[in-house]
């Protein structure tokens, strides 16, 4: 009994494991139990430790998405002595809500590269944490896994800083911007150029952003990227040539400026020195005024009264005068006066005549009758041609020739033209032979 129910079973199992596919079927063996267990495939999302960091506010804030780092968070499936490198895209958002704040920019060129989340914290953000939801969707296997980041903005020192600049660097991209190594180029050759004792990275923005084209997939060509940075000392004398009226000429005829500096940043950046926007904060006037404030209390218009619960009746009769029946008189009095000009008004044929010449009269009754004969005609076309049509003198003796045919003649098989061997009376015009040898 036990081989025969363990032999149905099976059975069982084999058709169960036929319509569904993937399902595995384990047996526990005990007294009397078995069970079946069938693998179902889900797509499962991992949440992991929230992670802090603590931007300050008016200074450019960087955090890189590493795909190493997300990439433990996916089984491995590849086949052994194969490299994982799987495609990982990211998504980004402040918490319960479906996009990131408005200082919070975030770029991914391809599924194969790190992302990053870059931005300008503001002032009005100190002190409150800012959540930032990071799911990172795995393209091959369609996994996910979520990481919370808290911001955490604190206050600057000196916020915000008094002089700015902004630079135009046309040979990068924002992402190849934001790393580390070549923003830190990027700062050094500023300040060896301005000297400065502070000297902050405000803000990175890409020329899109600003509304710039797209370019063109030839010769690397670069988006170009706006880089803001901040310092506690005037402009150095490098960066207020550009104010000079010379280069100021030399810009707006879409030529380079001179710039003595321009070497040092030549190396590695190149710089639009024509877009280049110089900030003086403290000579910046206020345009703020203070609002006197009054007691707050309108002035009295009296007891607001409601209108009443019913309604007075309303005639449109007035209105409806107005409305259809002075146009619709109108338009009759118009219809009036002309059917009396069509109508009314004629002269008539007699009167026509009367007026008109005797000689053209003539003319015109013979044209008439002209055209009546010639549409009746038409009418008729077994009728005998007209003489008009047949030759009446003999081309050589002059003599008169008769008509060919009678009027009974049948014409419907005539030829329009004849030829000189049908003409009776006619002579024959000898022929010139042709040049050639002549026989008896």
């Given at each position: 009994?036990?081989?025969a129910?363990?032999?149905?079973?099976m059975?069982?199992s084999?058709?169960?494991?036929a319509?569904?596919?993937?399902?595995c079927?384990?047996?526990?063996?005990?007294?009397s139990?078995?069970?079946?267990?069938f693998?179902v495939?889900t797509?499962l999302?991992?949440?992991?430790?929230d992670?802090?960091v603590?931007?300050?506010?008016?200074?450019?804030?960087?955090?890189?998405?590493?795909r190493?780092?997300?990439?433990?968070?996916?089984?491995p499936?590849p086949k052994p002595?194969?490299?994982?490198?799987?495609?990982i895209?990211?998504?980004?958002?402040?918490m319960?809500y479906?996009?990131?704040?408005?200082?919070?920019?975030y770029?991914?060129?391809?599924?194969?590269?790190?992302?990053?989340?870059?931005?300008?914290?503001?002032?009005?953000?100190?002190?409150?944490?800012?959540?930032?939801e990071?799911?990172?969707?795995?393209?091959?296997?369609?996994?996910?896994?979520?990481?919370?980041?808290?911001?955490?903005?604190?206050?600057?020192?000196?916020?915000p800083?008094?002089y700015?600049?902004?630079?135009?660097i046309?040979?990068?991209?924002?992402?190849?911007?934001?790393?580390?190594?070549?923003l830190g180029?990027?700062?050094?050759?500023?300040?060896?150029?301005?000297?400065?004792?502070r000297?902050?990275?405000?803000?990175?923005?890409?020329?899109?952003?600003?509304g710039g084209r797209?370019?063109?997939?030839?010769?690397d060509?670069?988006?170009?990227?706006?880089?803001m940075?901040g310092?506690?000392?005037?402009?150095?004398?490098?960066l207020?040539?550009?104010?000079n009226?010379?280069?100021q000429l030399?810009?707006?005829?879409?030529?380079?400026?001179?710039?003595?500096?321009?070497?040092?940043?030549?190396t590695?950046?190149s710089i639009?020195?024509c877009?280049?926007?110089?900030?003086?904060?403290?000579k910046?006037?206020?345009?703020?005024?203070?609002?006197?404030?009054?007691e707050?209390?309108?002035?009295d218009?009296?007891e607001?009264?409601?209108?009443?619960?019913?309604?007075?009746?309303r005639?449109?009769?007035?209105?409806?005068?107005?409305?259809?029946?002075?146009?619709?008189a109108?338009?009759?009095?118009?219809?009036?006066i002309?059917?009396?000009?069509?109508?009314?008004?004629?002269?008539?044929?007699?009167?026509?005549?009367?007026?008109?010449p005797?000689?053209?009269?003539?003319?015109?009754?013979?044209i008439?009758k002209?055209?009546?004969?010639l549409?009746?005609m038409?009418?008729n076309r077994e009728?005998?041609?007209?003489l008009?049509?047949?030759?009446?003198?003999?081309?050589?003796?002059?003599?008169?020739?008769p008509?060919l045919?009678?009027d009974?003649?049948?014409?419907?098989?005539?030829?329009?033209?004849?030829?000189?061997?049908?003409?009776?009376?006619?002579?024959?015009?000898?022929?010139?032979?042709t040049?050639?040898?002549?026989?008896?």
């Amino acid at each position: 009994m036990l081989v025969a129910f363990l032999s149905l079973e099976m059975k069982i199992s084999i058709v169960m494991h036929a319509v569904l596919s993937r399902a595995c079927l384990t047996f526990y063996f005990s007294v009397s139990y078995l069970s079946f267990c069938f693998s179902v495939y889900t797509i499962l999302s991992k949440v992991h430790s929230d992670r802090n960091v603590y931007p300050s506010a008016g200074v450019l804030f960087v955090h890189v998405l590493e795909r190493e780092y997300f990439k433990g968070e996916f089984p491995p499936y590849p086949k052994p002595g194969e490299i994982s490198n799987d495609p990982i895209t990211f998504n980004t958002n402040l918490m319960g809500y479906p996009d990131r704040p408005g200082w919070l920019r975030y770029i991914q060129r391809t599924p194969y590269s790190d992302g990053v989340l870059y931005g300008s914290p503001t002032i009005e953000n100190v002190g409150k944490p800012t959540i930032i939801e990071i799911t990172a969707y795995n393209r091959r296997t369609f996994e996910t896994a979520r990481h919370n980041l808290i911001i955490n903005i604190m206050s600057a020192e000196d916020f915000p800083l008094p002089y700015q600049a902004e630079f135009f660097i046309k040979n990068m991209n924002v992402e190849e911007m934001l790393a580390s190594e070549v923003l830190g180029d990027f700062l050094g050759a500023v300040k060896n150029v301005w000297q400065p004792e502070r000297l902050n990275a405000i803000n990175i923005t890409s020329a899109l952003d600003r509304g710039g084209r797209v370019p063109l997939p030839i010769n690397d060509m670069k988006e170009g990227v706006y880089v803001m940075v901040g310092a506690d000392v005037p402009f150095s004398s490098c960066l207020r040539e550009v104010e000079n009226p010379q280069n100021q000429l030399r810009c707006s005829q879409e030529m380079e400026p001179v710039i003595t500096c321009d070497k040092k940043f030549r190396t590695q950046f190149s710089i639009d020195w024509c877009k280049i926007s110089l900030v003086d904060k403290t000579k910046q006037v206020s345009t703020y005024q203070d609002v006197i404030r009054g007691e707050g209390i309108l002035p009295d218009g009296g007891e607001y009264k409601p209108p009443p619960d019913t309604l007075k009746s309303r005639d449109y009769y007035s209105d409806f005068l107005i409305t259809l029946a002075v146009p619709s008189a109108v338009a009759l009095v118009l219809f009036l006066i002309l059917a009396y000009i069509m109508c009314c008004r004629r002269e008539g044929v007699e009167k026509r005549n009367m007026q008109t010449p005797d000689i053209q009269l003539v003319h015109h009754s013979a044209i008439q009758k002209s055209t009546k004969e010639l549409r009746e005609m038409s009418k008729n076309r077994e009728i005998a041609w007209p003489l008009s049509t047949l030759p009446v003198f003999h081309p050589v003796t002059g003599e008169i020739v008769p008509p060919l045919h009678t009027d009974s003649y049948d014409n419907t098989s005539m030829p329009l033209m004849q030829t000189q061997q049908n003409l009776p009376h006619q002579t024959q015009i000898p022929q010139q032979q042709t040049a050639g040898k002549w026989y008896p």
